[in-house]
Structure formats: C-alpha cells, structure tokens
C-alpha cells in the first residue's frame, strides 16, 4: 500500500499539469474566437474575382501509399485600389461546384459597394482571412465567430485540463482525509 506522501506528490504533480494543459488551452481561446469587435472593414469596389474547382491529392496519414483525392473550391478576389487578395477555400468532397461561393461571385460582381471584414491583425497580410462579405450592405457571407478550424487542439486541451484538475482535486481532497 502506497504512502500518503507518494499519494500527495502525485495528486500535486497531476494538478500542476492539468494547469499547464488548461493555461495552454485557455492562451488558444483568441485563435478560435473572434469577436465582431476584432474585425477591421475595407470597403471598395470590385477590381476582379473569379472562383475555380479543383483536385487536391493528399497523402493519408496513417496509409503513407493511398492517397486522399477531394475537390476543393476557391474563391478568388480583389478590391480596387486595395493590395489585398481575399481567398475563400473550401473542400466540397466529391462535389463539382460549390453553390455558396458561386453565389457569393454573383452578388460580388453585381454589387457598386463591398464591404470585406478581416481581423485587424491581417492589415498588411497580402491575403488576409475574411470573416464577412457584404454586397451593397447586405451580407453575402455571414459572420460566425467560431472558428475551430483554426485550432482542433485549443478546444481539446481545454476538455482535458478541466478533467485533470479535477481529478487532481478529487485526489488530494481523498488524500487530506486519509
């Protein structure tokens, strides 16, 4: 049977750990949330756009000798005057036509205005992210500040080192009884 003193040393290294894994998950949180607030506007007029379909073939992970093959859908364009290209990029599987990014090209190339909304830390990026587009001032592409595709990780540390604190905290509250 293990000591107390065992016991105590490996509750207390458990909660530093889970610390760390939490303080690391929580310095993710800007990565993954982006606030209306973190955007900066830049209005002009359309100068060119185009969107393209394309095959993208990747190696997999786990089989190094198959290959992954998908469509992937971009679109492409620029604001007149502006140095920035706005790149939106999309896997659509197996699809040959991506219907929101056609239908974002259509309203682009109509529109006299358009408002493009990238986070403000992008400003001298040549190909900055978009977080919103609006035609004549009405959205065209919508706003979500959830973006985990930025960083699978930060939400999984954040699980992880909410349930390690807590198993640490179990462990040292059974070990002060004992």
């Known amino acids: 049977m293990p000591d107390d003193s065992t016991d105590s040393q490996q509750s207390n290294t458990l909660l530093i750990l889970s610390i760390v894994i939490l303080i690391i998950g929580i310095i993710g949180i800007p990565k993954i ?7 900066k506007s830049l209005t002009g007029q359309l100068d060119s756009a185009r ?19 998908h469509h992937s859908s971009k ?28 239908s974002i090209l259509k309203a682009l190339k109509s529109a006299d205005s358009i408002t493009v909304w990238t986070k ?13 587009i609006d035609c004549n001032s009405t959205p065209v592409l919508e706003f979500h500040p959830l973006h985990l ?28 009884r004992g």
């Open 120 to 132: 403000s830390k992008n400003d001298e990026t040549l190909d900055p992210k978009v977080y919103r």
């Open 33 to 39: 949330w982006v606030s209306e607030d973190d955007l």
């Open 75 to 102: 679109l492409f364009f620029r604001l007149k005057g502006k140095q920035q290209d706005f790149v939106l990029a999309h896997n659509i599987g197996d699809h040959y036509i991506n219907e929101q990014f056609e």
């Open 51 to 69: 969107s393209t379909v394309s095959w993208e073939f990747r190696q997999k992970r786990r089989y190094p000798n198959e290959v992954d093959k």
């Open 149 to 176: 595709e930025n960083s699978v990780a930060t939400p999984i540390l954040l699980v992880a080192g909410i349930f390690l604190t807590s198993l640490a905290l179990i462990a040292r509250k059974r070990n002060s």
